[in-house]
C-alpha cells in the first residue's frame, strides 16, 4: 500500500489566538507564520480578515511572506466577510478561502431562525462567491459533529458542486465520541456522490478531550486533512493537537498515512508559541511537556536505563526535545541514585549504594524532587563516614 498524505492545516494563528489572553500582534502572527512553514504544515490559516482591521493586516502580511505553505483567511457564509477575505489575501502566492455556516439544528434553528433548505441555498451561495477569488475554497460546517448525517451529506453535496475544493467536518464543541466521528466521516465518504471531487477535513475540538482522538478516527475512516494548533491551544479544551497527530501518524506508519511535518521541529515551536502567547504548556503533555520524558518511579527508571525503550515509545531526539530525565523523589530505586551519582562523577558499588539509598530516602520524604545539591551532600556524609 503506498502511504497516503495528510494535509496538515494549522490554526494556531486563528483558532488558537482566539484563546483569551493569547492575542497576537501582526510581527508576532508573521514570525509564527514563517516558523509553522519552516515545521512543514501545509496550510496556514492566518486569521479572521473582516474580525478587526489588525487582524487583516496580519492575513494581509503573512499572504505577502509566506511563499510554499497555503495562506488561507477564515470567512463566515457572508458576501462581505468574503470580499474582504479576498482583500487580505490578494498578495498570497496560494491563497485559499474558509468559509461557512452552521448546519446543525442548534445552529439552524437558535443562531439563525432559519430552515435547513435555507441555510442549503447559503452554502451553494457562499462557496460560489468565495470562487470567484480562488480556486482553492473550504467550506466549513460548523456543528458538523452535532449535524444529523443524512442533512450534513446534503450541505457537503452542494458544497462541493459549487466549487469546494476542502470540505471541513467540525466537531466544534468537542462532542463527538471517536467512533461516532470516524463513522461521521465514513458516511460522508459513502453517501456523497461527488466527495471524491475534495478532501474532507478533521477539525476537532477538545472539550471531552477527544481532539486528537477524533481527527485520528477521521483520517483512518477518509478524511486527508487535519485541522489543528500548536499545543493544542483553542477555544475552551482547544483543538487537536498538531504534535500529537503528526507523531501517531509516524508511529503508526501500518495506517499508511504521514505528513510533511519535521518531528525535530515540535518541541522548539512549543517552547517559542507559549513564549510568543505567554501560555504555558502544561507538564504532562504529550511529546512537548516538560515531563514527557522524565522518569521518577523505581520501576521505570530501572526499566529505562536497561533499555531506554521499555518505557519510551519515541525519543526525545526524534521530536527535538531536551534529553530524558531521570528524575530522583520517594518513589525512585536504588538504579537511578547509582545513575545520578554517576553522572556526577561518583562510582559507587552495591554496598555503597545501599547505604546511601537509607540515607537518599529520608531526604526524599522531606521533598518534591532530591536534586543535585542534595546528592552532593549525600556523597560529602558518605565519605565522612568511611
Ligand atoms: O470549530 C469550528 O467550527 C471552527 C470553524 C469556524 C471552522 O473553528
Ligand atoms: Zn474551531
Known amino acids: 500500500m503506498t502511504p497516503q498524505k495528510v494535509v496538515i492545516f494549522d490554526t494556531t494563528l ?13 510581527a508576532e502572527k508573521v514570525s509564527l507564520a514563517v516558523q509553522l512553514e519552516q515545521l512543514g504544515v501545509d496550510v496556514i490559516e492566518a486569521g479572521f480578515p473582516i474580525s478587526s482591521p489588525g487582524d487583516f493586516e496580519s492575513v494581509r502580511q503573512i499572504g505577502a511572506t509566506i511563499r510554499d505553505a497555503i495562506v488561507c483567511g477564515l470567512s463566515r457564509a457572508v458576501l462581505k466577510d468574503i470580499e474582504v477575505a479576498a482583500e487580505a489575501l490578494k498578495g498570497a502566492r496560494r491563497p485559499r478561502i474558509h468559509t461557512g455556516i452552521g448546519t446543525s439544528d442548534f445552529h439552524i434553528r437558535s443562531k439563525f431562525n432559519s430552515t435547513r433548505e435555507v441555510i442549503l441555498e447559503r452554502v451553494t ?25 443524512e442533512y ?14 476542502t470540505v471541513n467536518i467540525p466537531d466544534t464543541t468537542g462532542y463527538c465520541l471517536p467512533q461516532q466521528y470516524g463513522e461521521k466521516i465514513a458516511y460522508l465518504v459513502n453517501h456523497v456522490p461527488n466527495i471524491d471531487k475534495a478532501i474532507i477535513s478533521c477539525h476537532c475540538h477538545n472539550d471531552l478531550g477527544l ?5 485520528i478516527a477521521g483520517v483512518i475512516a477518509g478524511a486527508r486533512q487535519i485541522e489543528c494548533t500548536i499545543n493544542g491551544l483553542g ?10 497527530v503528526v507523531m501517531v501518524l509516524r508511529q503508526h506508519r501500518d495506517l499508511g498515512l504521514y505528513t510533511n511535518v519535521r518531528p525535530q521541529e515540535l518541541n522548539p515551536i512549543s517552547r517559542l508559541v507559549s513564549e510568543t502567547m505567554r501560555m504555558p504548556v502544561q507538564p504532562n503533555k504529550a511529546i512537548v511537556g516538560a515531563n514527557a520524558f522524565s522518569h521518577s518511579s523505581g520501576i521505570h527508571q530501572d526499566g529505562f536505563l536497561k533499555n531506554a525503550q521499555t518505557y519510551e515509545i519515541i525519543s526525545p531526539e526524534e521530536v527535538g526535545a531536551e534529553q530524558s530525565r531521570i528524575v530522583l523523589t520517594a518513589r525512585s530505586g536504588r538504579s537511578a541514585l547509582a545513575y545520578r551519582f554517576q553522572k556526577l562523577g561518583y562510582q559507587y558499588v552495591r554496598d555503597d549504594i545501599d547505604f546511601l539509598y537509607e540515607a537518599f530516602l529520608k531526604v526524599a520524604d522531606t521533598k518534591k524532587e532530591v536534586n543535585e545539591e542534595d546528592l552532593l551532600q549525600l556523597a560529602q556524609s ?3 563516614a568511611q
Open 211 to 215: 481532539a486528537t482522538a477524533n481527527a
Open 382 to 384: 558518605y565519605a565522612s
Open 152 to 165: 450534513l451529506a446534503r450541505v457537503i453535496e452542494a458544497a462541493i458542486r459549487a466549487g469546494a475544493r
Open 125 to 149: 451561495q457562499c462557496v460560489r462567491w468565495a470562487r470567484n477569488f480562488t480556486d482553492d475554497v473550504e467550506f466549513y460546517a460548523e456543528d458538523a459533529g452535532r449535524t444529523d448525517n
Open 14 to 26: 486563528r483558532d488558537g489566538e482566539q484563546v483569551p489572553g493569547c492575542k497576537l500582534n501582526t
Open 235 to 244: 477555544e475552551r479544551a482547544g483543538n487537536t493537537s498538531l504534535e500529537e
